[in-house]
T-cell receptor
Framework: DAMVIQNPRYQVTQFGKPVTLSCSQT?????MYWYQQKSSQAPKLLFH???????NEADTPDNFQSRRPNTSFCFLDIRSPGLGDAAMYLC????????????FGEGSRLTVL | KQEVTQIPAALSVPEGENLVLNCSFT??????LQWFRQDPGKGLTSLLL?????REQTSGRLNASLDKSSGRSTLYIAASQPGDSATYLC???????????FGDGTTLTVKP
């Protein structure tokens, strides 16, 4: 059974139209991550939550926001998507105060028209 | 800042061949190193996790080693199969920030 579930798997939006991607987990892990991955590149960390503590990467654009209403769910909001935001967005979780194994979802592929 | 390099970027081998993928990192202060497989358009599937105190881990035809002092890890795949064709990424979890840094991956093609 899938332990990290991302929805939707595919999202098409128009330039500037807000998008929300969701991630849920059944592992009860305290750390959740959002990565952006462009074609043939390494996943790039956008931000992560340690419990409810939000940690933003220094180079993550303000256009990207996140919410974690409870342990199981985390959302990625892209307020005004640009063409350069087209990518695969990956959610991951980790236990053991963030030092444990990373578990990934299947990803959400975002297309911006 | 941790930097992770994977060599080669792409590899093509005939079915049945044994092969080695390489991962190097610059900062040896790590919690663990994890190898992933990624199929086109999909998420990352964990293959092996090596804790900083371990030297190697094995799962089926896969064997991963870790030499923390030299900043290197290898993923050995025995008797490769066409189903092994995918991109393989390594991720290093650093102790100073508690987050993982990924390499760009090695894209493996196994020809029947």
């Amino acid at each position: 059974d899938a332990m990290v579930i991302q929805n939707p798997r595919y999202q098409v939006t128009q330039f500037g139209k807000p998008v929300t991607l969701s991630c849920s987990q059944t592992l009860n892990h305290n750390v959740m991550y959002w990565y952006q991955q462009k074609s043939s590149q390494a996943p790039k960390l956008l931000f992560h939550y340690y419990d409810k503590d939000f940690n933003n990467e220094a180079d993550t654009p303000d256009n990207f926001q996140s919410r974690r209403p409870n342990t199981s769910f985390c959302f990625l909001d892209i307020r005004s998507p640009g063409l350069g935001d087209a990518a695969m967005y990956l959610c991951a979780t980790s236990g053991h105060r963030g030092a444990g194994e990373l578990f990934f979802g299947e990803g959400s592929r975002l297309t911006v028209l | 800042k941790q930097e992770v390099t994977q060599i080669p970027a792409a590899l093509s081998v005939p079915e049945g061949e044994n092969l080695v993928l390489n991962c190097s990192f610059t900062d040896s202060a790590i919690y663990n190193l994890q190898w992933f497989r990624q199929d086109p358009g999909k998420g990352l599937t964990s293959l092996l996790l090596i804790q900083s105190s371990q030297r190697e881990q094995t799962s089926g035809r896969l064997n991963a080693s870790l030499d923390k002092s030299s900043g290197r890890s290898t993923l050995y795949i025995a008797a490769s199969q066409p189903g092994d064709s995918a991109t393989y990424l390594c991720a290093v979890r650093s102790t100073n920030a508690g987050k993982s840094t990924f390499g760009d991956g090695t894209t493996l093609t196994v020809k029947p």
